[in-house]
């Protein structure tokens, strides 16, 4: 399965490593790639929780705008 989330106010490689590290904290997550210029996250994983992902970017700091 994979995840898509686009994600406001990242600007730099430290939001880019803080979200990374955010989203593989979540249960179910394999692997994690975040894009500063495309501002999205690729989560890939086993039955993976919108809410638990959009939750995880929100406590890091930053605004999801949407998880397809």
């Known amino acids: 399965m ?3 989330i686009s ?3 990242m600007s730099c490689e ?3 490593k803080a979200v990374t590290n955010a989203l593989k904290e979540v249960d179910g997550v394999e692997d994690v790639s975040v894009s500063l210029e495309a501002k999205n996250a ?3 994983g086993e039955n993976l ?3 638990k992902l959009k939750g995880a970017v929100e406590e ?3 605004d999801v705008v949407s998880i397809n």
Do not use: L, S
Request: negative net charge; contains cysteine; charged residues 35%.
């Open 2 to 4: 994979e995840k898509i």
């Open 49 to 51: 929780d919108d809410n």
């Open 42 to 44: 690729v989560v890939k």
């Open 7 to 9: 994600i406001e106010g």
């Open 14 to 16: 430290h939001c880019v």
């Open 60 to 62: 890091a700091g930053y």
